[in-house]
């Protein structure tokens, strides 16, 4: 069975939020792969990479990790609204 994917055929729904976060916070994509590490995450560059570029499918671990990182919460990582996160 084929995964879903949003109407536009991509593959995640929080690309645009996740390159709006890590430009607003002054992140490389090296460094929020190096910061999620350090929080015991296993997610590198490529991985942001391709979840900016809509060429991989977001976990629900991933999903906290964001929000834990940025501080915000799940809605807003999904789709732009509430963007106060809960730790």
Do not use: C, W
Request: hydrophobic residues 30%.
């Amino acid at each position: 069975m084929p995964k879903p994917r949003t109407k536009t055929g991509e593959k995640n729904l929080i690309s645009r939020q996740l390159i709006e976060l890590r430009k607003q916070h002054n992140y490389s994509q090296r460094y929020l792969s190096y910061l999620l590490q350090l929080a015991g995450y296993d997610m590198d560059k490529n991985v942001i990479t391709r979840i900016e570029t809509n060429q991989r499918y977001v976990t629900d671990l991933e999903l906290q990790a964001l929000s834990r990182i940025f501080h915000v919460s799940y809605d807003y990582l999904i789709d732009g609204r509430d963007r106060e996160g809960h730790t």
